[in-house]
Antibody, heavy 131, light 107 residues
């Protein structure tokens, strides 16, 4: 069964750190780019970060760049999000999600992928930043 | 960053009604557009990818169309189980961006 399960959420004081994990199962984890997406209470979805399948590239939303670090351990089928210098604005449910991609016979050769949706999501883990 | 603008932000319709949600991208994203359904207390669920391709298992009353900057999600006959918030999202480049969501309710 294809599955993602987040953990590590909780209540933390402003300025402190938290590390989220996302355990993957039922698919070949190392062949997917992985994302973190968050949702503040009563708000919409906000993309947070992505890491390439081999961990070679990482990209962040402007609001978390320099404070959050995404990483993965393909040998343990696990995605991480290290969150530092947390503020109240980081309070949210954090989801991990895998994104599908394909390449054509010519684009594969040059490493160009086309993305077509985040098809598997975890149930989310709640992070509350409060004093 | 590509801005995704959805409308309306909420709607109320009767069972059996045709419902249309629009999503506008701030620049050309070709057809790299996904639609998600999120029910209360649940994670988002991918409904449509590449603007018009229905995910396996998604009821055929859902359809998507559009290309470039203007996209639509249509529910041909609204059912009680379709009560949710719907989001568009561009997969054209980073950062990935979502629309602000459309909350669909039953009248």
């Amino acid at each position: 069964q294809v599955q993602l399960v987040e953990s590590g959420g909780g209540v933390v004081q402003p300025g402190r750190s938290l590390r989220l994990s996302c355990a993957a199962s039922g698919f070949t984890f190392s062949t997917y780019d992985m994302h973190w997406v968050r949702q503040a209470p009563g708000k919409g979805l906000q993309w947070v970060a992505v890491i390439w399948r081999d961990g070679s590239e990482k990209f962040y939303a402007h609001s978390v760049k320099g404070r959050f670090t995404i990483s993965r351990d393909n040998s343990k089928n696990t995605l991480f999000l290290q969150m530092n210098s947390l503020t109240a604005e980081d309070t949210a449910v954090y989801y991990c999600a895998r994104e599908r991609a394909y390449c054509t016979s010519t684009s594969c050769f040059s490493g160009v992928y086309y993305y077509y949706g985040m098809d598997v999501w975890g149930p989310g883990t709640t992070v509350t930043v409060s004093s | 960053d590509i801005q995704m603008t959805q409308s309306p932000s909420s709607l109320s319709a009767s069972v059996g009604d045709r419902v249309t949600i629009t999503c506008q991208a701030s620049e050309d994203i070709n057809n790299y557009l996904s639609w998600y359904q999120q029910k209360v207390g649940e994670a988002p669920k991918l409904l449509i990818h590449d603007a018009s391709n229905l995910e396996t298992g998604v009821p055929s009353r859902f359809s998507g169309s559009g290309s470039g900057t203007h996209f639509t999600l249509t529910i041909s006959s609204l059912q009680p189980e379709d009560i949710a918030t719907y989001y568009c999202q561009q997969c054209h480049n980073l950062p990935r961006t979502f629309g602000q969501g459309t909350k669909v309710e039953i009248k």
